[in-house]
């Protein structure tokens, strides 16, 4: 076999490979995308305060004294001992108590593909696009900061049960290829009090940078 043959083949050989581990390094990050599930997150009590750490996103925050934990693969979700909700299908709108989530999602190599990622570092860097954003009715859009890093707060009223007006408040943070989503939702009869809790949440999370 000639010289330029065997160069010719090696050549061959390696853009296989390389076409092969491009392919594979794909499938890895496909099979790792969508919601990180929180089943197996770690606990500890810290000077009687209860924290809650996921590893796998670099998350850590504390849960509000005496309340209740729901760990499952689509999120971790707290509610507070009195917590009451609205109805059977809205399992999660209060009609008495409190109730925080908090979600991860996986995303793929830190782009923007993703609208609602895309979206949200647009507001983050963009006011003009913010202030754009605020035009719609009921919904207030800010720009807020988070264990150090930027995010999106979202309060939107929801008037539209006059037997249970109330806002649902999210507050969102793309961070890499990871995006970490903290819910809540601020009705029934102690408004101003889970408000608080929500808030006081909000400075015991420490995300991993």
């Not at 009687?48 to 998350?59: C, Q, R, S």
Request: hydrophobic share 40%; glycine share 6%.
């Amino acid at each position: 076999m000639s010289k330029i043959n065997k160069i010719l083949i090696l050549s061959v050989l390696t853009l296989i490979l390389v076409i092969a581990g491009y392919l594979l390094y794909n499938k890895w990050w496909e099979s790792k995308m969508g919601l990180v599930s929180f089943e197996k997150v770690q606990e500890q009590n810290i000077n009687g305060k209860k924290y809650i750490e996921n590893k796998e996103v670099g998350l850590k925050f504390a849960v509000p004294d005496g309340w209740e934990v729901t760990k499952d693969k689509m999120g971790l979700s707290m509610h507070s001992p009195d917590f009451i909700s609205f109805t059977e299908d809205s399992f999660f709108i209060p009609k008495n108590g409190c109730w925080i989530e908090a979600i991860s999602e996986i995303l793929k190599n830190d782009n923007d593909y993703d609208w609602e990622y895309g979206d949200l570092k647009l507001m983050i860097s963009n006011q003009e696009y913010l202030a754009q954003k605020n035009n719609y009715d009921k919904n207030k859009l800010e720009v807020v900061e988070i264990s150090g890093l930027k995010g999106i707060k979202s309060n939107y009223l929801s008037d539209t049960n006059p037997n249970n007006i109330g806002n649902f408040i999210y507050v969102a943070i793309p961070q890499r290829n990871l995006l970490y989503v903290f819910n809540t939702y601020i009705f029934g009869d102690k408004k101003e009090l889970c408000l608080q809790e929500f808030n006081d949440f909000l400075t015991t999370i420490n995300i991993k940078k």
